[in-house]
């Protein structure tokens, strides 16, 4: 009788339990995403095209991130179920995972930049935070280039510097976009009890959002150094869906902006919006409903240009 063959690294559990958990998350922030396109879809239908753009690529590539991954844990634990010997492949997940999660970060993180140089009216911020995101990209890319042939216990020992550089520099990112949209917005506070309180309500929004991709990039780092098996890599597998939903909160965000007649806001996505041009003149009840948001929208944004 043939003996049974041995795992190439620890055990099944060690090396396809932390993929599938990884799975589950990135299955689940992918359902997000789409509720979040579609609400965007529906209620900012004059947005224009340079933010649909953005919108429609980072969705793709998410989308297209989660049908690979499914069909490499339908190749793993189907297929091949019960080969030790082919259990630690990565597969498609150098594409997937490596490549695609530091191309939507870059994307997310340029956006942002751009907001910051329409907030600050100067190319020094902005530019140093493209900067910190072409790095991250250029060795994100690097890194899945290199780490194709591994095995996927192998990538975290042969590729861990170019990991640490890439999530390293992602974390820095986030934490300085975080740090100056706070800060700008802070600057526009205008006295005004309202305005005042709806650019509280942005910048907490703000920085949570910019902390949690943050402490992700910490998450990754430890993961490298502590544990045992590609947990790194479960982890890494939804960090794409964090930026984009954060993209998409901050996008959908507009929809619960009520200022009053008279006043103007400023937001992550518009600079500023005069009141009278505000799509929610009108005070909204709770149970608006999408329809009547999209509605509404025809009434504002009419030019279709890009919010300033």
Known sequence: MAATPTPPHGTYLNVRGPLFI??????????????????????????????????????????????????????????????????????????????????????????????????????????????????????????????????????????????????????????????LLSYYLYQMKSGIKESDELVTRIIRLTIETGSLTAITAVVIIFLLFLAEGPWFHSVLAFTGKLYSNNLMVMFNRRIALQPHRGQSIHTFTDAQIPAEQSMFQAASTRDTTIWELSQRQKESYGTGSLPA
């Open 22 to 179: 990884g799975f589950i998350f990135q299955v689940l922030l992918c359902g997000v995403l789409i509720v979040q396109v579609y609400i965007y879809h529906v209620a900012f239908r004059k947005d224009h095209w340079g933010m649909k753009a953005i919108v429609f690529i980072v969705f793709v590539l998410e989308l297209l991130q989660t049908i690979l991954k499914s069909y490499d844990l339908y190749q793993s634990d189907v297929w091949e179920y019960g080969d030790l010997a082919q259990m630690d492949n990565q597969r498609l997940a150098w594409f997937s995972i490596g490549l695609l999660t530091p191309v939507t970060g870059s994307i997310v993180q340029s956006f942002f930049g751009y907001r910051i140089l329409k907030l600050s009216k100067s190319w020094i911020a902005p530019g140093f935070i493209w900067i910190l995101s072409l790095f991250q990209l250029i060795v994100g890319l690097v890194q899945a280039i290199i780490s194709q042939p591994f095995k996927l216990h192998e990538v975290a020992i042969k590729t861990k510097t170019l990991v640490l550089l890439c999530v390293f520099s992602a974390a820095t990112t986030d934490v300085l976009i975080a740090v």
